[in-house]
C-alpha cells in the first residue's frame, strides 16, 4: 500500500467508525456543528497534538511494542522533553531542595532484554516535575543524563515529583470537565535509555504515592509494570522516598523506541 493509498484507508476506516458514533448517539446536525467550533477552538489553543497524545498515542505505542521484542514497557514522550546535560553523580537537582520538598531516591540495573546482561555506559535521560508539579522549561533543574556503571547500575537523587495538571485554562481541560473528568497526571519521572547512540527506549515511571494512579488523563499511560513502589523514611527533618526500578532494552532493535 503507497502513502496515498494508506492515507485513504484511514480516512475512510475513520469516519466509517466515527459514522457509528453519529448513529449511536443520535448526534445532530447542531451538535456536529459545536464540535467542529470547538476543534476551532482547540486548535486555535494549539493542544491538538496533546489531545492526541491523551487519546490515542499509548494505543500506538503498546502496538509498536507488541512487534518489538519486549523488555520495559514504553511510554509517551511527553511535551516537556529537552537535550539534557550529563549529571554522572546523579544529582539532578540544580538547586539546593527546600527542606519541605520530599526527597526522591530511585537505583537500578539496565539489563538486555535477550541476555539478562547489565548494559554499562547506557546513557539513562531523566526528566520530571517537581513536588508542586511543575517542570523546569528553562534551564536543567530536575533534568540530566545519567550513565549506567560498570554494572549496569544508575542512581538518582532529585525530588519525588507530584501529580500536575496543565489544562485547568485551555479547551482540553473543559473538554475532560464537561465529561466529569479530571484532566490530572499522575506524578512520574520520563526516561529515555541510549546505548552506542542509539535510543532504545522512551517511557515513564509512575511514583507510587500518586494519588492518580488510577485517574491519569492519558489513556493507558499507568500499568502495574511501570509503577514504582516507594519506600519512606524520615532524615534530619527531611522525608526521603526510595525506589529501584530496573530497565530492560533490546540494544540489537531501537524497535521498542517509543517516539
Ligand atoms: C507528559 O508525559 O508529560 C504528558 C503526556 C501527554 C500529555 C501531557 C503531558
Ligand atoms: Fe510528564
Not at 560498570?150 to 475532560?176: A, C, K, V, W
Not at 532504545?200 to 485517574?215: E, G, H, I
Not at 514504582?228 to 523506541?257: C, H, M, W
Amino acid at each position: 500500500m503507497n502513502d496515498q493509498e494508506r492515507l485513504r484507508a484511514i480516512w475512510d476506516r475513520s469516519v466509517e467508525k466515527l459514522k457509528e458514533v453519529v448513529r449511536e448517539f443520535d448526534i445532530t446536525e447542531d451538535e456536529l456543528h459545536i464540535a467542529g467550533a470547538y476543534f476551532n477552538r482547540l486548535g486555535q489553543s494549539g493542544m491538538c497534538p496533546s489531545l492526541i497524545d491523551v487519546a490515542l498515542a499509548m494505543t500506538s505505542i503498546d502496538a509498536k511494542r507488541q512487534r518489538s521484542h519486549g523488555g520495559t514497557r514504553a511510554n509517551l514522550t511527553g511535551p516537556y522533553h529537552a537535550q539534557h546535560p550529563v549529571k554522572a553523580d546523579g544529582n539532578l537537582c540544580d538547586t539546593p531542595p527546600a527542606p519541605d520538598a520530599p526527597r526522591l531516591e530511585m537505583s537500578g540495573v539496565v539489563t538486555d532484554v535477550a541476555t539478562g546482561q547489565p548494559i554499562a555506559g547506557a546513557e539513562v535521560d531523566f526528566w520530571h516535575a517537581d513536588h508542586n508539579g511543575i517542570y523546569d522549561r528553562q534551564g536543567n533543574h530536575l533534568r540530566g543524563i545519567v550513565p549506567t556503571d560498570e554494572q549496569g547500575r544508575y542512581r538518582i537523587n532529585t525530588l519525588l515529583p507530584n501529580d500536575y495538571s496543565e489544562h485547568d485554562f485551555d479547551p482540553l481541560g473543559e473538554l475532560f470537565r464537561a465529561m466529569g473528568r479530571t484532566n490530572t497526571r499522575a506524578a512520574h519521572v520520563h526516561v529515555k535509555v541510549c546505548v552506542n547512540g542509539v535510543d532504545l527506549l522512551t517511557t515513564q515511571l509512575f511514583m507510587s504515592t500518586s494519588n492518580m494512579l488510577k485517574d491519569d488523563y492519558v489513556e493507558g499511560a499507568v500499568t502495574d509494570d511501570l509503577i514504582v513502589a516507594l519506600q519512606k523514611r524520615e532524615e534530619n527533618g527531611v522525608t526521603i522516598y526510595s525506589g529501584q526500578f530496573d530497565i530492560a532494552v533490546a540494544p540489537e532493535t531501537s524497535a521498542a523506541t517509543a517516539s
